[in-house]
């Protein structure tokens, strides 16, 4: 097995054993970007030089005995709409595809200094706004399972990377699930934490009440790792939540005895493929088997969480992205003679792309006069309604199991002439950000020789129990 096929926690024990370096590890990383890229275009931007670079600085700390974090030396890819100094940042759009930060964000910045080597900028369906990842303008990602599957989305090119082997570890970003569905569609471990339990500072905003950061990679151990990295409070994000954090990795091997495990009935209904809802009710009765408690549970108004989630992210887009005028910063078209609308006009028809301006018009129309109570209003009622929902629940289990898509892995450019079918891949992974609650993706089966992806959701601040459940699931699977 080459080493950019193995987990973050193997190559962190061989690093601290000696039996390998940081360098032969980014080396290995970098041939099979060299190998496999050009079929699956999972990066926009790959660091070759610099990557080496801060390998060998992992490599100096170790000889030292002084290893800064337990990614030290692991290559990790970050999302193209995450600020990086000195380092192109396009969230896949012509608006912005020469624009550099002068700045880390938070999440970033963290990595770094817990001696990560940063491998490259990941593709992206354009503002995160997709679940395909063939909304970009570097052209679509390709699913490393099957080259003629789509990846998911929007974190489809970090899932794809950390799948391939071009990275160990990846940061994404999920809105509505975009990194839970990347990860189910490519095989792989992903975690949605907390809203607030990671900085948001330097994420470009597609939907700020929805938008989280995340980790992705091979294992559920390999995400603990990297969230110990990039959880804490950050003062530079008024929506950060000033807690402790815990190590992770501490309770992962306690396995799942006394674990009360809900599987909600509105979530296994029709139009969910019936060999995706039998490798999840399989993976429920092995957790039974080792301990855990099945019970059935409801939360009624799920029905309502597409439409919900679509009105406020839609809103919220339409206000973020009105940032993007050709005036302060990025792409601007203009001829000799026009006016400033006109410039505003040609740079924004021409600088966004299609979904992109299909979202923002959704969303001023539903801001507009006449209809933000009978739309906005109504969806943030219907939003808390859902969180009382899974209020309710939590008060008689610990967690809930449940699909991630209700599809498998589909064909590039299947679903791209339909929007709607497009929206409704999310109809599972949605309510979680519209609640903040904190979700887990990994495989539990395969169909057709695509992965099934089980999503398990928990309470507020408790990726801990998700993070036990999971490792004890991939362990004795």
Avoid: W
């Avoid at 559920?220 to 950050?234: F, M, R, T, V």
């Amino acid at each position: 097995m080459e080493l950019c096929d193995k987990s973050a926690a193997e190559l962190a024990q061989m690093l601290r054993k000696q039996e390998t370096s940081s360098r032969s590890i980014t080396e290995s990383v970098l041939r099979r970007i060299k190998e496999k890229e050009t079929g699956i275009n999972a990066f926009i931007t790959i660091l070759e030089e610099e990557a080496l670079k801060q390998a060998d600085e992992a490599d100096a700390r170790f000889q030292k005995g002084r290893p800064k974090s337990l990614i030290d030396g692991i290559p990790v890819a970050i999302k193209d709409n995450l600020c990086t100094k000195g380092i192109k940042t396009t969230c896949a759009s012509k608006i912005l595809k020469d624009y550099i930060p002068p700045y880390n964000a938070t999440a970033v910045q963290k990595v770094i200094d817990h001696g990560a080597v940063l491998v490259g900028k990941t593709n992206l369906d354009e503002f995160a706004m997709g679940s395909s990842t063939e909304n970009s303008i570097f052209g679509p990602t390709r699913n490393p399972v099957n080259t003629n599957c789509v990846p998911g989305g929007s974190s489809g090119g970090s899932a794809a990377a950390v799948r391939a082997g071009e990275a160990i570890l990846a940061i994404g970003s999920d809105t509505g699930g975009s990194i839970r569905q990347p990860a189910a569609f490519c095989g792989v471990t992903g975690i949605k934490p907390t809203y607030g339990r990671v900085s948001r500072y330097g994420l470009i905003a597609y939907a700020s009440s929805l938008d989280q950061v995340g980790a992705i990679g091979k294992t559920a151990e390999d995400c603990a790792l990297l969230l110990n990295s990039i959880c804490g409070h950050d003062r530079q994000d008024s929506t950060s939540i000033n807690s402790e954090v815990p190590d992770f990795t501490v309770n992962l091997k306690k396995g799942v005895k006394g674990i009360k495990i809900g599987l909600p009935k509105e979530y296994f209904v029709k139009g969910l493929d019936p060999r995706i809802k039998n490798a999840v009710m399989n993976a429920a009765e092995l957790m039974e088997k080792q301990g855990a408690t099945i019970v059935e549970v409801s939360l009624p108004h799920t029905k309502y969480a597409v439409s919900a989630y679509y009105i406020i992210a839609t809103s919220e887009a339409s206000s973020n992205l009105a940032r993007f005028d050709g005036v302060k910063y990025g792409f601007r078209k203009t001829d000799k003679d026009a006016n400033l609308i006109d410039m505003y006009e040609t740079t924004r028809g021409e600088g966004f792309g299609k979904e992109v301006k299909r979202r923002i018009m959704l969303g001023t129309y539903v801001l507009s006069a006449g209809y933000y109570d009978a739309y906005y209003l109504k969806a943030q009622k219907v939003r808390t309604l859902i969180q009382k929902d899974f209020n309710t629940v939590f008060k008689t289990v610990d967690c809930l199991f449940s699909p991630v898509s209700p599809v498998l892995p589909f064909a590039i450019g299947e679903k791209t002439k339909d929007p709607l079918k497009m929206y409704l891949v999310d109809i599972y992974t949605v309510s979680l950000n519209l609640t903040g609650l904190p979700g887990l993706s990994l495989k539990c089966g395969t169909a057709d020789d695509l992965p099934i992806g089980l999503q398990i959701t928990g309470r507020p601040m408790d990726e801990e129990t998700l993070l036990r459940v999971g490792y004890t699931f991939e362990h004795i699977t």
